[in-house]
């Protein structure tokens, strides 16, 4: 092979390295939909259970369709490390908390194959202020089929464990 080849057969093959890296960056395959939703049936009741039959009364918790999608929480996690919000720089005050969680929904909300997941915007007290999170309703496991309530701290793409924190408002698209 001479050397000219060999030149034409390392710049195809960066190439592909690169359309590849970006293909994997730019797509991620769909989620695995085990199931559906209905608001007022399985989702306000778990609200209900979680934090208080009040934050329903009094017109705060806003859930926009009426079924969604429901996946394993390892799937959700799997779509906010691939989304890379928590990636972004902090820059008080304009691009803080709100931004984050709007941001993960956003883009959550037009990637087609996740679009109708049960995951929405949420406030909640920490100390004295209101900080913004994600809210999403999975499945623990592929195996335990039974809605559960996580929090997702957008900032860094972790699970808040200790979610027990009094929540003001929840926005569900």
Same mark, same amino acid.
């Given at each position: 092979?001479?050397?000219?080849?060999?030149?034409?057969?390392?710049?195809?093959?960066?190439?592909?390295?690169?359309?590849?890296?970006?293909?994997?960056? !730019?797509?991620? /395959?769909?989620?695995?939909?085990? #199931?559906?939703?209905?608001?007022?049936?399985?989702?306000?009741?778990?609200? =209900?259970?979680?934090?208080?039959?009040?934050?329903?009364?009094?017109?705060?918790?806003?859930?926009?369709?009426?079924?969604?999608?429901?996946?394993?929480?390892?799937?959700v996690?799997?779509?906010?490390?691939?989304?890379?919000?928590h990636?972004?720089?902090?820059?008080?005050?304009y691009?803080?908390?709100?931004?984050?969680?709007?941001? !993960?929904?956003? /883009?959550?909300?037009?990637?087609? #194959?996740?679009?109708?997941?049960?995951?929405?915007?949420?406030?909640?007290? =920490?100390?004295?202020q209101?900080?913004?999170?994600?809210?999403?309703?999975?499945?623990?496991?592929?195996?335990?089929?039974?809605?559960?309530?996580?929090?997702?701290?957008?900032?860094?793409?972790?699970?808040?464990?200790?979610?027990?924190?009094?929540?003001?408002?929840?926005?569900?698209?």
């Amino acid at each position: 092979m001479s050397a000219v080849e060999r030149f034409y057969r390392n710049v195809a093959g960066y190439w592909y390295r690169l359309v590849v890296k970006l293909r994997a960056r !730019l797509y991620i /395959k769909p989620a695995m939909m085990l #199931g559906e939703l209905n608001t007022s049936l399985d989702i306000l009741p778990l609200i =209900v259970d979680k934090y208080g039959i009040g934050l329903v009364d009094s017109g705060q918790v806003k859930t926009l369709s009426g079924h969604y999608k429901v996946t394993t929480i390892a799937e959700v996690m799997r779509f906010v490390k691939w989304a890379e919000i928590h990636k972004l720089p902090y820059e008080e005050p304009y691009h803080n908390c709100p931004d984050y969680a709007m941001g !993960l929904l956003g /883009k959550l909300c037009n990637t087609k #194959g996740w679009w109708g997941l049960a995951f929405g915007f949420a406030h909640v007290v =920490v100390g004295s202020q209101i900080h913004s999170v994600n809210i999403a309703v999975a499945y623990p496991s592929e195996d335990q089929q039974e809605g559960t309530i996580y929090l997702i701290e957008p900032q860094d793409g972790r699970i808040l464990l200790n979610h027990n924190r009094l929540v003001q408002y929840i926005l569900m698209p």
